[in-house]
């Protein structure tokens, strides 16, 4: 499987988003987390993973460091290239949002009322290698606006690929 590259949302227009980039890492070799911190006042917030491990992993996403039962989410499931190997998956007062389990973690997640001490909406897909979830549906119940993101994988990055947020300022 060659390389893949996540492009940058574009901007402009009257009906557009103009997400701007907050910031972008490449995962240190060996590491397990990427946290961003300082995010404030973006309506929206938008994860995108294009980061590799050295062995099959689950990688979760976490807000403002809550590990606590507030996040809900549901999946659609395959190991397969298959319609019949689909399944649904849900998770409720779960202390992450989890993106699935594999080597190749591929993920666009977006999140809406960032920046309210409103539930937050989750939408977007995941790519992790062996385990896929083409679409993830969720929310976070939160008291307080995302001030920073942590991904924790159970294994390791290799020190390849991006991790970047973007956001979208009222």
Known sequence: MGSSTVPAPTSGGATSDNWVLISSVTPTNGASTVTFTSISAKTKIMLRINATGTSPSNMTVTFNGDTGAKYNFFALRSNSSTAANVTP????????????????????????EADTVNSKAITGQSLMGAD????????????????????????????????????VTA
């Not at 008291?143 to 990055?157: D, L, R």
């Open 132 to 167: 896929t979830a083409p679409l993830i549906s969720g929310s976070y119940l939160a008291s307080a606006a995302i001030s920073s993101i942590t991904i924790t994988s159970s294994g390791t990055f290799d020190g390849t690929g991006t991790i970047a947020i973007y956001g």
């Open 89 to 112: 998956y849900a998770q409720f007062n779960n202390t992450g949002l989890g993106l699935g389990f594999g080597t190749s973690g591929k993920a666009a997640i977006t999140i809406t």
